[in-house]
């Protein structure tokens, strides 16, 4: 059974940045696309990030050029690096995968505010 792990998040100001981390087992990183997700107060649940096995990458608009998706095999980690932050960031972000989704972590709250 694989469980997720996001952590990092947090209060900062507007234009701030965070990076995020999931953590996982292997069977998680195995797999051929994995994600984040946020869902802001009141809002469903969306995609944000997808990161391929190849290397390539692919944001939602709202995030684009502004975040950064990554990750770190040796350490079963994978990161979301996240600039120039705006208030309509606000949100609990999760990692999963893109074709299978895994049971939800808990997400890691980040909130955008001066």
């Known amino acids: 059974q694989v469980q997720l792990a996001e952590s990092g998040g947090g209060l900062v100001q507007p234009g701030g940045s965070l990076t995020l981390s999931c953590e996982a087992s292997?069977?998680?990183?195995?797999?051929?696309?994995l994600g984040w997700y946020r869902q802001a107060p009141g809002k469903q649940r969306e995609w944000i990030a997808t990161?391929?096995?190849?290397?390539?990458?692919s944001y939602a608009v709202a995030v684009k050029d502004r975040f950064t998706i990554s990750r770190d095999n040796a350490e079963n980690t994978m990161y979301l690096q996240m600039n120039r932050l705006k208030p309509e960031d606000t949100a609990v972000y999760y990692c999963?995968?893109?074709?299978?989704?895994?049971?939800w972590g808990q997400g890691t709250q980040v909130t955008v505010s001066s």
């Open positions: 999963n995968g893109i074709d299978y989704k895994f049971p």
């Open positions: 292997s069977t998680f990183f195995s797999f051929n696309a």
């Open positions: 990161l391929f096995s190849h290397g390539t990458t």
